[in-house]
């Protein structure tokens, strides 16, 4: 067992009860387990009034919204006397097109654009080519005509590069029988603002065999495409950074603690669960843990444009040194841990094995009877950290709400009781490291590179899909 059972300095009792009343009736000189002041100091209605004010509007990253929610968690990690750094940067940004269209014979057909399709309005003769491989497009001549295409087998962009490269002007790409409703259109992406070489756009199963079956009976079939409005801009999103110096009376251990979230949202979602949830949930941990001592530096971040593949995490990761990655022994990413809809809290890490993050917090769950398993899943900004061999852990409750990425993610469906226990175990892990009493952890040498930067980052979901 990593905690030593102990009693707690009354200085520390002071730092976490200053201006409560006596919620602790002992005797003078004994102090309760630290655990429990952990767990009386958080204020889940601190947690659930932040999520309340930052989930009023999107926060998409590189916008007012995001700006605005910048300021507020900036000024309330100076509010704790945590010193505070905001890190700007900048990055290619993905805006999908305001306008698809695709209709036939003047009769329009449901569709969605690709992500990174290119713009245009073009209309044209529809030739069907199979699965778009190159032996399927061998032997056509697609000069000035649209492809219709099957999805599977290669990706979209694949697809979209052998059509283009035998002449086509633009692709339509439908859906897999059974690959989801089957009278619904489907979206996808390229994969990159590279790929986007002509219009491409995906429609349902139905319609595309309904296509196919007149193009094999020898009809001619004249279809529009039309896209406008996908393009790719320069933006400027935030990392907010607050540091809890190492300071007890203990010798500091030079090692690093990060408690983290994401602040950006999706486009169109309020974003209360994602992650406006682990965003206040690192502020509230911020002010309990302020003031408490420690031998071990604790640093607080919301990062920006996890939504864009995760690209605040990869710049934070990659403007520290070496020196400094090596000190950080642990980081705690909580993204989406308060929703009432979903499954129970999870552990997560990018390999599936268990770290010092794991072992920490699901002592510390242990402690207070809940039990924590851990599983493998990337898809948030731990992935950074491992990739730069920090152990890391996303905290997440699993299943997810079905409001996921919705515009229902709002701050009715948010359980306080489920905030409390992510709150409380993270909380209680994170000071078990921190804590002048408990001896620093083991050296660990950094096996892989540094991770490197790039334009886009491309990541999972973002990874182009057959
Ligand atoms: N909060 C999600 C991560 C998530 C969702 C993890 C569901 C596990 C289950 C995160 O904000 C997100 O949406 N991530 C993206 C990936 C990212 C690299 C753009 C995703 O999962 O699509
Ligand atoms: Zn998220």
Known sequence: MIFNKRFVPLCLVAALTAGATSVYAREKDEAPPIDQIIAKAIKADNIYDDIKRLSKQPRVSGTNAEDKAVKYIEKKFESFGLDTDVQAFQFKKYFGASEVSFSVDGSEIPSIALDYTANGDVTAELVYVGLGKPEDVEDVDLTGKIALIRRGDITFAEKLENAVKKGAVAAVIFNRQGAGDDDEPFGGTLGG?????????????????????????????????????????????????????????????????????????????PGANDDASGTATTLELARIMAKMPTDTEIRFITFGAEEDG??????????????????????????MVGSRDAGDLKMFT??????????????????????????????????????ASVPAALFIHDP?????????????????????????????AAYNIADPNTPALPERTIKKAKVKKSDIKLFDKEKPEE
Do not use: C
């Open 400 to 428: 997810v709400e079905p409001w996921y990425h919705t515009p229902e993610d709002t701050i009715d469906k948010i359980s306080k009781e489920k905030l409390m226990q992510v709150a409380t175990i993270v909380a209680s």
């Open 193 to 269: 603002a590279d790929k986007g070489v002509a219009p491409v756009i995906g429609i349902s199963y139905n319609a595309g065999q309904e296509l196919v079956d007149r193009l094999e009976a020898n009809e001619a079939v004249i279809a529009n495409v039309k896209v406008e409005g996908s393009e790719v801009r320069t933006v400027t999103s935030h990392n907010v950074i607050a540091t809890k110096p190492a300071k007890s009376d203990a010798p500091e251990t030079d090692q690093i603690v990060i408690i983290g979230a994401h602040h950006d949202s999706v486009d169109g979602a």
């Open 310 to 335: 995760l690209v605040g995490s990869y710049e934070y990761v990659d403007s520290l040194s070496r020196d400094e990655l090596g000190k950080i022994v642990a980081m705690f990413q909580l993204d």
């Open 350 to 387: 990018v390999d599936g094995n268990p770290n010092n993050v794991t072992d920490y917090a699901g002592e510390a769950a242990e402690r207070f009877d809940w039990e924590v398993p851990y599983g493998q899943e990337g898809r948030s900004d731990h992935v950074p950290f491992y990739e």
